[in-house]
C-alpha cells in the first residue's frame, strides 16, 4: 500500500480522497489548514487528517518525506509551495491547475528531479486535453481543433446560472488571465471573456467564451501541426456578461490578489450576486461625481456593505459591497436593483447613501 498525501479537504479534494482510500491500494493522508473542513470529511475508508497551513515553516515538507505522493487539490496559489515541498521531500507531485504561471513554476521544478512532476491532471485541462490529443494523431493533416468544455447546474437557479462545484479562486482566475490559442498557424495570446459564441445542444441554448488554461501544453504539443487551435467554457446564456461587469466594469479583477486577506473574500460575493441580484432588474448609474481620489493610491485592505431596506415593508433593496481598490475612480458601475416601479424613489436616497459610505471608508482606521 502507497503513502499518497493530499493536500487541500474541499470538494475535488474529498472527492480524490474517497476514490483512493476506497480502492485499497493507497493510504491517505488529506492536509488542510482548517480543521472544520477536514472534520467535515466523509469518506467510506479511513483516512488520516493533519491540519497544516502549507505557508508557515517546514511542516509539509516533513509530512511528505518517505511518501509516494502528493496531490494539490488546493488553490492554485498554493501550487508552487506545494510542489517545492514535493521535491524537497522526494515525493512525486500532481496537481490540477489551470493556471498557466504555476504550470511553468512545476515544470522548472520538475528539471533534474528525481521523481515525477505530472500538472494539470484535471478536467481541463487534463482529460480533455488528452482526448484532443489522441484524436489529432489519428489524422494526417488538421485544421482546425475547437475544445468547448463547461461543468453545468442542470437546474440553474441564480444570476449567473452556475454552481461552483471546484475552487472559486481557480474559476475567476481563468476569467481574468490570458488565453492561448493558435491562429492562422501562429501561437497567439487572446482575451479572456471575449468571442463569445452560441450554440444549441439537445434543445439548449448555451454561451462559450474564451478563458485562460484550458489548453494546457497543447498548443506545444500540435505546434505547426494545426491551423487553428481554442479553448472556450460553456456556460448558460448572460454568464459572461454579469462576469464581465463585475470583472471589468466593477474592477474586482484588480483585486482579485488580495482577496485572500480580506475580509470578504471571492466566493462571498460570487455567492452574494448569485442570491441577491437574481430577483433584480439591470440598471447602470453614473457615479462619476463620487470618485474618491485618496482611496485609489491605497492598497485593498477592506470591505464594507451598504444595505438599503424599504422602510415599509422591511424588504432588501439594494446590498452593495464596496471594496477599498487600486483604483476606484471608474465612471459607471453596473448595479441592480429590486423593482422597476421604485427605481426613482431609490435613486436619491442611494446617492446619499453612497456618499456616507464613501466617507466612512476613508475615515476607517485601516486605512
Same mark, same amino acid.
Given at each position: 500500500?502507497?503513502?499518497?498525501?493530499?493536500?487541500?479537504?474541499?470538494?475535488?479534494?474529498?472527492?480524490?480522497?474517497?476514490?483512493?482510500?476506497?480502492?485499497?491500494?493507497?493510504?491517505?493522508?488529506?492536509?488542510?489548514?482548517?480543521?472544520?473542513?477536514?472534520?467535515?470529511?466523509?469518506?467510506?475508508?479511513?483516512?488520516?487528517?493533519?491540519?497544516?497551513?502549507?505557508?508557515?515553516?517546514?511542516?509539509?515538507?516533513?509530512?511528505?518525506?518517505?511518501?509516494?505522493?502528493?496531490?494539490?487539490?488546493?488553490?492554485?496559489?498554493?501550487?508552487?509551495?506545494?510542489?517545492?515541498?514535493?521535491?524537497?521531500?522526494?515525493?512525486?507531485?500532481?496537481?490540477?491547475?489551470?493556471?498557466?504561471?504555476?504550470?511553468?513554476?512545476?515544470?522548472?521544478?520538475?528539471?533534474?528531479?528525481?521523481?515525477?512532476?505530472?500538472?494539470?491532471?484535471?478536467?481541463?485541462?487534463?482529460?480533455?486535453?488528452?482526448?484532443?490529443?489522441?484524436?489529432?494523431?489519428?489524422?494526417?493533416?488538421?485544421?482546425?481543433?475547437?475544445?468547448?468544455?463547461?461543468?453545468?447546474?442542470?437546474?440553474?437557479?441564480?444570476?449567473?446560472?452556475?454552481?461552483?462545484?471546484?475552487?472559486?479562486?481557480?474559476?475567476?482566475?481563468?476569467?481574468?488571465?490570458?488565453?492561448?490559442?493558435?491562429?492562422?498557424?501562429?501561437?497567439?495570446?487572446?482575451?479572456?471573456?471575449?468571442?463569445?459564441?452560441?450554440?444549441?445542444?439537445?434543445?439548449?441554448?448555451?454561451?462559450?467564451?474564451?478563458?485562460?488554461?484550458?489548453?494546457?501544453? %497543447? +498548443? =506545444?504539443? $500540435?505546434?505547426? /501541426?494545426?491551423? @487553428?487551435?481554442?479553448?472556450?467554457? *460553456? &456556460?448558460?446564456?448572460?454568464?459572461?456578461?454579469?462576469?464581465?461587469?463585475?470583472?471589468?466594469?466593477?474592477?474586482?479583477?484588480?483585486?482579485?490578489?488580495?482577496?485572500?486577506?480580506?475580509?470578504?473574500?471571492?466566493?462571498?460575493?460570487?455567492?452574494?450576486?448569485?442570491?441577491?441580484?437574481?430577483?433584480?432588474?439591470?440598471?447602470?448609474?453614473?457615479?462619476?461625481?463620487?470618485?474618491?481620489?485618496?482611496?485609489?493610491?491605497?492598497?485593498?485592505? %477592506? +470591505? =464594507?456593505? $451598504?444595505?438599503? /431596506?424599504?422602510? @415599509?415593508?422591511?424588504?432588501?433593496? *439594494? &446590498?452593495?459591497?464596496?471594496?477599498?481598490?487600486?483604483?476606484?475612480?471608474?465612471?459607471?458601475?453596473?448595479?441592480?436593483?429590486?423593482?422597476?416601479?421604485?427605481?426613482?424613489?431609490?435613486?436619491?436616497?442611494?446617492?446619499?447613501?453612497?456618499?456616507?459610505?464613501?466617507?466612512?471608508?476613508?475615515?476607517?482606521?485601516?486605512?
Amino acid at each position: 500500500m502507497k503513502d499518497v498525501v493530499i493536500v487541500g479537504a474541499g470538494k475535488i479534494g474529498s472527492m480524490i480522497a474517497e476514490f483512493l482510500g476506497s480502492s485499497g491500494d493507497y493510504a491517505v493522508t488529506v492536509v488542510d489548514r482548517s480543521q472544520q473542513q477536514l472534520d467535515r470529511l466523509e469518506t467510506s475508508a479511513p483516512i488520516k487528517r493533519a491540519a497544516l497551513d502549507i505557508t508557515q515553516g517546514e511542516g509539509l515538507r516533513k509530512l511528505l518525506a518517505g511518501k509516494f505522493a502528493v496531490l494539490s487539490a488546493a488553490p492554485y496559489h498554493a501550487t508552487r509551495l506545494i510542489a517545492e515541498a514535493a521535491k524537497a521531500g522526494g515525493a512525486h507531485y500532481l496537481d490540477l491547475t489551470e493556471d498557466v504561471a504555476s504550470t511553468r513554476a512545476v515544470k522548472q521544478l520538475g528539471v533534474g528531479a528525481r521523481t515525477a512532476f505530472i500538472p494539470q491532471c484535471g478536467l481541463a485541462p487534463g482529460f480533455i486535453t488528452i482526448v484532443a490529443s489522441d484524436l489529432a494523431s489519428r489524422f494526417d493533416e488538421l485544421n482546425d481543433v475547437r475544445m468547448r468544455v463547461g461543468a453545468l447546474p442542470e437546474f440553474p437557479s441564480n444570476a449567473l446560472n452556475y454552481n461552483l462545484t471546484w475552487s472559486t479562486d481557480g474559476v475567476i482566475n481563468e476569467y481574468c488571465e490570458p488565453c492561448e490559442a493558435i491562429v492562422n498557424g501562429q501561437l497567439r495570446e487572446t482575451q479572456p471573456l471575449e468571442e463569445l459564441e452560441e450554440f444549441s445542444l439537445d434543445g439548449i441554448l448555451y454561451e462559450a467564451f474564451n478563458t485562460s488554461g484550458g489548453l494546457g501544453t %497543447l +498548443c =506545444e504539443t $500540435l505546434a505547426g /501541426k494545426v491551423r @487553428n487551435l481554442n479553448y472556450r467554457t *460553456i &456556460r448558460y446564456p448572460g454568464h459572461a456578461a454579469i462576469m464581465k461587469a463585475l470583472l471589468n466594469d466593477l474592477r474586482l479583477r484588480v483585486m482579485r490578489h488580495y482577496h485572500r486577506h480580506m475580509s470578504c473574500p471571492c466566493d462571498h460575493w460570487i455567492r452574494s450576486i448569485g442570491l441577491t441580484l437574481s430577483r433584480c432588474a439591470w440598471m447602470r448609474m453614473d457615479i462619476a461625481d463620487n470618485r474618491e481620489p485618496s482611496l485609489a493610491a491605497n492598497r485593498p485592505k %477592506l +470591505c =464594507e456593505s $451598504l444595505t438599503m /431596506k424599504n422602510t @415599509n415593508t422591511g424588504a432588501v433593496c *439594494i &446590498r452593495i459591497e464596496l471594496v477599498v481598490i487600486h483604483d476606484i475612480s471608474y465612471s459607471q458601475a453596473t448595479i441592480r436593483f429590486i423593482p422597476k416601479q421604485k427605481r426613482s424613489c431609490l435613486m436619491t436616497s442611494f446617492a446619499s447613501q453612497f456618499a456616507i459610505f464613501t466617507k466612512r471608508l476613508k475615515q476607517s482606521p485601516l486605512l
